[in-house]
Structure formats: structure tokens, C-alpha cells
């Protein structure tokens, strides 16, 4: 690797082939978008509902984004994808493996009392709450092996990174929060995940491929709407400093900035890592970080 001190080749991914499941609305749609309009030469896009992916593809306007109807927790469906993209792009170099869902919610009101408590968690249907980790971690893992054969291809054939193809995640905050925001299912799920990809870094070692960890803290999305509404019902988009130190819900470019860095040279060096991007939310709340 030539050294380079420059802006423009040190966040560079130029040429890249990127993968990114749940790329069809809110984060993974701007991890697309931040992808594609700095000269991604593929970006594949993965979920469930062909309309939504069309209209990603519309919003972002280029031809290398590719819609891929694919449900993550389907071994098939995944095999398919990646049977799709080893046709068309014959390797890829980045995976984001981002598709997640929130809840079961189970929201409990302060000072409620245990029958309270007992009532409003043991109602909930033990199939909502392992659906949540079914979604967040183990298709995040079976995402990660069906894709394996094409990073590995990633390295041979790319000099992108200098060689070491590379899987994201997008866990989140509450992997680390102490107190629940998203139900108790959504926070372990997530957990698991950021484990799940540590574990994974220290695996893929000898096969030079890499894992590391994006945790968001509070964006707004189709899975925030109602958490913002109960949090903040005053004014969308604002937050008292107690609550998050910026002030503010995380915007497009809190979240393309650090996927940015992780995917270009300038990330490079980065394994096993977890990159948080929460507007300090993680110093003001009791949490494991
Ligand atoms: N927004 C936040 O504040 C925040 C904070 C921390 C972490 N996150 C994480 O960021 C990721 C993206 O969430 P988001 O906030 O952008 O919400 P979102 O707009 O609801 O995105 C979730 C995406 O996951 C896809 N998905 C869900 N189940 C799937 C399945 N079985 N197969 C394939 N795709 C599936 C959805 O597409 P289909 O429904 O079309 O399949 C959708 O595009 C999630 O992992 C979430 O936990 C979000």
C-alpha cells in the first residue's frame, strides 16, 4: 500500500463491490447511498419487499445499485443471493450485514409494581422475543457464511484494502445500554451480535477476512418511529443534553461518516472493532462500555 495522506484516496471506495442487507430503508439505505456516490462500482441491496428496494434504487439514482429480494432468515433465500452476485460480480469485498428488527416493546411504566411488570413481560409471546434474536444475530451469522466464498474471492481478486475483504455488522448501542429502550429481547439480541462479530474477527483470522462492528445510538427510522414518539414526544429530532449529549437524533451523516471509515483505506487497519456513533448517548446512560 502506497502511503497517502489525502482526504480523497484515504475514505476511498472507489471500485468497491458492497453487499448490504437491509439496504432498502434507513441506515442501510444511506450506507448504500454513501457507497454508491463515492464510486462503489456494485452495491447490492437486500430485503424482503421489492417496492421498498425499487425506491431505494430510484432514491439513490445509479446504476450500480442492484435490488435483491432475499429474507435473511431463509438459508435458501441467502444462497440464492449470493448465487446471484457470484454470476454477476464473481466476488464482493464488503458485506454489511444490517437487516434488524426492534422489540418485542413490553413497555412498562415507571414505578409500576411486579404484578404490573409480571403481567405486561409474561404476556408477551415467547416466539416475538426469539424472533427478535432469530432476525439481529443468527441471521446476521448465516448472512456472514452464505457470503464467505465471495469475500474469500474479494482478496484474491481485489487490491482493494490491500487484500482483507471484510464484514460489518450494524449491532447497535443497546448492546452496551443498561437500561432498556428497545425491550428486553432487542438489547441482548444486539449483544449477541457485537459478540458474534468479535468472535467472528478472531475466526476469519487465517482466512484474511475481517469483522467489525458498527453501534449506532438513536436515528431516525421506520424502527425508531414510536421509541422517538415515547422518549421525545415534544419535538422530533431534539434531545435534552441528559439524554443525548449532541442534543440531537443521529442524522444520514453520523452513520455514512463511520461506515465510510470502516470500508475505505482509511479503516483499513481496523479488526474486531466496534465503531460507536451515538452523540455520547452510551456517557450518559448506565452501560457496559
Ligand atoms: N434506527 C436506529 O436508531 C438504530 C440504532 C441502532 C441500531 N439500528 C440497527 O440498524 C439496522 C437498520 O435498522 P433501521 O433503523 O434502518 O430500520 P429500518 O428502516 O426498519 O431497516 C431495517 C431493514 O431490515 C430489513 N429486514 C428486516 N427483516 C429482514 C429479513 N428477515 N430479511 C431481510 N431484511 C430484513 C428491512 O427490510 P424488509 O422489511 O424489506 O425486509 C429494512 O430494510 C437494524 O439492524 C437496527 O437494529 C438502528
Redesign the pocket.
Known sequence: MGQTSQVNLLFNVNGIVAVV??????????MAQALAENGAKRVYI????KQ??DDAVGKIGLDCVIPLE?????RQ?LRSAAAFIASDAAYIDLLVA?????GPSGNVAQGSSIAEIQETLFTIPMEDFTNTYH??CT?VFYTTIAFLGLLDEGNKRSAYQGGRSQVIA?????SFNRKITAGFA?GTS?AATTMLMKILATYLVPYRIRANVL??????????TT?IKDQNPAEEGSFPVEQIPAER??QPEDIMGPLLYLASRAGAYCNGSCVITDGGRLSVTPATY
Open positions: 442487507t437491509g439496504g432498502g430503508s434507513g441506515l442501510g439505505l444511506f437486500l430485503g424482503r419487499r421498498v428496494l432475499c429474507d435473511v432468515t431463509d433465500n444490517n437487516s434488524g428488527i426492534a432476525v439481529n441471521a450494524t449491532s447497535s448501542i443497546g432487542y444486539k453501534c449506532p445510538g438513536l436515528f431516525p427510522t421506520d424502527l425508531t421509541l437524533a443521529g
